[in-house]
């Protein structure tokens, strides 16, 4: 079982020695995304968002009639409720999965949705259109969407429910990055580190036991069911005490908006959605198998 305190100090004095390296920069995207990257980078004169319709001007499908027609594609959504104002609005390299997902988690939220694909599905080009849609619902509503505010709204905030496996693993220690006292070690820096260190790593609301938001529980869900034994470390961005900054550090270390992220082999993964759409596939854990395999071959 992980010790926090030797773990502390062996990622703080690992994390000195290479703090000349300047490992501010995210974790390189996985071969399955370069050819993406290559494709954006082909046009400079492409801005990311000029080809994302207006949050208005998307159409609006009425769930859960319509989830059957949402694309498999990365895109924004938004979705309303029945009064017509936005509860939520999301980014995902898997439309389909995410909206079938609210609207049979959240089904008196979960009215109705707008979504814009965003073919590129580059982190960058997905990031601006969610910052897009979400400046264009406050301007809209007047107020940011409940599910994307600080805090939640209490629906949005409710646990999923997870698997018995779970059961099992909800007695291992989160990591924590710092033993609560001041470093001189940027927060980026111990990031990087945990993330090399570990072949699995979920940045999450909460801990194992108690996610603190729907997002968090429906991640740990889907790694619960997929990791063996559990295997996988768990950073809670709320504890400021021991992870000062964090939650605003790992958006930035990763350039990806939301948490809860999830790093498989030392490279960034995605969001709830994307890991659940992952777990269905049976992706999630074959990566998974691999990454923890290598990690033990590395030993």
């Known amino acids: 079982m992980l010790q926090h305190a030797t773990t502390t100090a062996r990622m703080q004095h690992a994390a000195r020695a290479q703090q000349h390296q300047a490992r501010r920069a995210a974790v390189p995207l996985g071969r399955r995304q370069h050819h993406r990257l290559a494709a954006a980078a082909a046009d400079p004169t492409t801005t990311p968002t000029e080809d994302v319709p207006a949050l208005k001007d998307a159409p609006l499908l009425p769930l859960p009639d319509s989830v059957a027609q949402v694309p498999a594609q990365p895109?924004?959504?938004?979705?309303?409720?029945?009064?017509?104002?936005?509860?939520?609005?999301?980014?995902?390299?898997?439309?389909?999965?995410?909206?079938?997902?609210?609207s049979a988690d959240l089904p008196d939220l979960a009215k109705a949705v707008r979504l814009a694909a965003v073919p590129a599905g580059t982190r960058e080009a997905l990031t601006a259109a969610w910052k897009?849609?979400?400046?264009?619902?406050?301007?809209?509503?007047?107020?940011?969407?409940?599910?994307?505010?600080?805090g939640g709204g209490a629906q949005w905030q409710g646990q999923a429910r997870k698997p018995a496996a779970a059961a099992n693993n909800a007695n291992r220690p989160e990591i924590r990055l710092t033993a609560g006292k001041a470093i001189d070690v940027p927060i980026e820096t111990l990031i990087a580190q945990v993330v090399k260190d570990h072949?699995?790593?979920?940045?999450?609301?909460?801990?194992?036991?108690?996610?603190?938001?729907?997002f968090s529980a429906r991640l740990i869900a889907a790694l619960d069911e997929s990791?063996?034994?559990?295997?996988?470390?768990?950073?809670?961005?709320?504890?400021?005490?021991?992870?000062?900054?964090?939650?605003?550090?790992?958006?930035?270390f990763s350039q990806w908006p939301t948490i809860p992220q999830l790093y498989v082999g030392g490279e960034f993964v995605g969001g709830a959605d994307i890991v659940e759409g992952m777990r269905g596939s049976g992706e999630l854990h074959k990566a998974v198998a691999e990454a923890v395999t290598a990690a033990k071959g590395n030993k």
Do not use: I, M
């Open 199 to 214: 072949p699995v790593v979920a940045f999450v609301k909460g801990t194992r036991r108690e996610p603190q938001c729907g």
């Open 132 to 150: 897009l849609w979400v400046e264009q619902a406050v301007e809209e509503g007047g107020r940011v969407p409940p599910g994307n505010a600080p």
């Open 227 to 252: 990791v063996p034994q559990g295997d996988y470390q768990v950073l809670n961005v709320l504890d400021e005490f021991h992870n000062p900054g964090l939650r605003e550090a790992v958006k930035q």
């Open 75 to 102: 895109g924004v959504y938004a979705v309303y409720d029945g009064e017509g104002a936005v509860q939520y609005v999301g980014l995902s390299r898997r439309l389909a999965a995410s909206v079938a997902g609210h």
